[in-house]
């Protein structure tokens, strides 16, 4: 567990890293309203993914982590290599392991009761 910590705190520290960071310092270091991982993976399920079990089928892990790894290094990947569009599930899946990776959750620990 203790590994874990330290992972999310280096992860912080890379300002070119999305995934594990604070969505609002994120946003606010990039000046946009939506994370680009986000945005690009969906545009890519509307245009391509409009399949049974988008986000409830797991992605091939490889693929999930080709793909984090281009986000990660690159601007922009091309979604729309092969090796994506034959398997669509790992951009849903990428968008879940984004949402994880959050330090702080969407619905945040201050508002759970609310919501439950």
Known sequence: ????????????????????????????DSAQDVPQVLQKCAEFI????????????????????????????????DLTKEVYLQDIHCVGSLCKLYFRELPIPLLTYELYSKFT
């Open 46 to 77: 509307e245009r391509y993914g409009i399949v049974d079990g988008i986000y409830r089928l797991s992605g091939v892990t490889s693929n999930i982590q080709r793909l984090r790894q281009e986000f990660c290094s690159e601007v922009c990947p």
């Open 1 to 28: 567990m203790k590994n874990k910590g330290n992972k999310q705190k280096t992860k912080k520290k890379g300002s070119d890293n999305v995934f594990g960071c604070d969505l609002t310092e994120h946003l606010q």
